[in-house]
């Protein structure tokens, strides 16, 4: 079972992150990054078997985040688990940083793909699940895909490629796939630019176990992690339910937040909100909290600048 | 006239053109807000598809809808539209369908987002095929006319577009032709031959060299597929040195198409700037900077070129 008080409290601090090193970078996905916070903390804290120490320890299991552009909820949940200084977290996006816009696994260990372009990251994992079941090790593939991002054709061959690849020898049941369905792209909602409905029955009938789950709710992700580690003999997949923004009232379902960077003072009031902190307590809370107060400081300065 | 992104100059483009040609068609793959297509599809909600995140459909779809005698401009940033490069091959070259293909974003100068959204080879990838024209305007008035260019040829055309904002370079009178290119400042020393991002840097390093008596010619190269090639020789025939600057991968853009036909009709010594390796995240300038295609950058690798 889950610590789910304790993945939630991470997911809180992530969440914090993830506003901080857009506020400081200027760019950057806000939305996506906020709906996939609490399925990559729940994998990270609570559920993979990994070792800031040893990013390269080949039975380590590996998350794919397919939808790059989110990046931002890996940095801040990586940095969090000790992978690298949080402080490094404010040089996203700058010239020279191992903290690329979109994933780079060449410039920072633990990173276990280059994606960003959309599409591609269900075949690279379905590569890795089959490579290590021939190594005969017991490692588990995660990987996110994005409600957009499967409109992607390769998906669809991954898709049907996933429940018969290495059949019988090496089925691929150490593989769990998470949609991010927050019901929004880059243009506008998923059901106005192309919809994906029914998605579930189009996943079940390329041959995957589909369940349906709340993918801002820790004990249901974990449960859905659960079935997907007791299934025998093919890849699982969990359609996530989410909101896109999901934690700031102002970025909720709003597609013009999928590519924007919170302007210095947007980002206190997203952190205030994220925090859970009334307008009326918020300079009570900051004498009170000084972790809070400094990071206040710092993007107060970013308003200056 | 202020400066303005040659994406955006498209976008207008396409409205005024799109008004009077009814064959003009918009296919989108979840980025008409970048690619400015946006005006027009409100405008024609009926002329505008947006086909989701799913590019090569997009581009295959585009090939029918030219076959069936619309005017379609296909749509995405350059990178995930040479990143289908097969069916580009096959469904647009080979089929010779009258598909406008439109890569905005082009370069590292887009910054921030990092290596994966800059395209930086499309121009070589696209150049090999050997029927799709490539152009790639300098300013707000070149886009306006190579769109209107397009909408004319009869046949494949690849515009590469800037999200950056470009200053204007053209004079008013200018006219964009295929295959022509515009010498934007007459020297003796060396050819500078610029295309996109980097044109406006390599007028200000023509300035600094000036200052130091260097004379370069710089050109303006939008035409890349076809070149040029009376003003490249007749140019590099007086000056005797030619600089290539782009913001593309070093390998097979127009610094490859330069040394192709030099190297073939009338070898010159050439040196290429652009992009080397892959790109990174960072601010624009920084990038442009590192890489020397900034004014001091241009500057120096003409210097040292001319061993002076
Ligand atoms: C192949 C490709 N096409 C286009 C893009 C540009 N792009 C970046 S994010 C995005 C929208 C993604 O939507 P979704 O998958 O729903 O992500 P989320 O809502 O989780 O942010 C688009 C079109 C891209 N990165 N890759
Ligand atoms: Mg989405």
Known sequence: MADVVRLDAIARECRVQIIRMLAHAGSGHPGGSLSVIDLVVTLMFGRMRHDPKRPDWPERDRLILSKGHAVPALYAAMARAGYFPEDQLITLRKLGSPLQ??????????????????????????????????????????????????????????AMSGPQLGQPQHPLDNLTVILDYNKIQLDDFVAKIRDLE?????????????????????????????????????????????????????????????????????????????????????????????????LVGELRALERK | MPGKATRAAFGEALLELGARDERIVTLDADLSKSTMTVAFAKKHPDRAFNLGIAEQNMIGTGAGLALAGKIPFVCSFACFLVGRFETIRISVAYTNANVKLVGTHAGIAIGEDGYSQMGLEDVACIRSLPNIAIVQPADELETK??????????????????????????????????????????????????????IGNCLEAARLLAAESISAEVVNAASIKPLDEDLLLRSAGRTGHVVTVEDHALAGGLGGAVAELLGEVMPTPLKRLGVQGFGESGDSKGLYAKHGLDPAGIAASVRKFLNR
């Open chain 2, 145 to 198: 006319q190579a769109v209107a260019y397009a909408v004319e040829h009869e046949g494949p055309v690849y515009l590469r577009l800037t999200r950056q904002t470009m200053e204007p370079v053209c004079p008013p009178d200018y006219r964009f032709r295929l295959g022509q290119w515009l010498v934007l400042r007459g020297g003796r020393d060396v050819t500078l031959i610029g295309s996109g991002g980097p």
């Open chain 1, 101 to 158: 816009g979109h994933p780079d696994r060449t410039t920072l260990p633990g990173i276990e793909a280059a994606t960003g372009s959309l599409g591609q990251g269900l075949s690279i994992s379905l590569g890795i699940a089959l490579g290590l079941k021939m190594a005969g090790w017991p490692a588990r593939v995660y990987c996110i895909l994005g409600d957009g991002e499967i409109q992607e054709g390769q998906v669809w061959e991954a």
């Open chain 1, 198 to 294: 029914p998605v579930l029955a189009k996943w079940q009938a390329f041959g995957w176990p589909v369940v349906e789950i709340d993918g801002h709710k820790i004990d249901q992700i974990d449960k859905a992690l659960d079935q997907a580690e007791a299934t025998r003999g093919k890849p699982f997949f969990i359609v996530a339910h989410t909101v896109k923004g999901k934690g700031v009232s102002f970025m909720e379902n709003q597609p013009e937040w999928h590519g924007k960077a919170p302007k210095p003072a947007e980002a206190i009031a997203a952190v205030r909100e994220i925090l859970g902190v009334s307008e009326a307590a918020w300079e009570e809370y900051l004498a009170k909290d000084s972790t809070t107060r400094a």
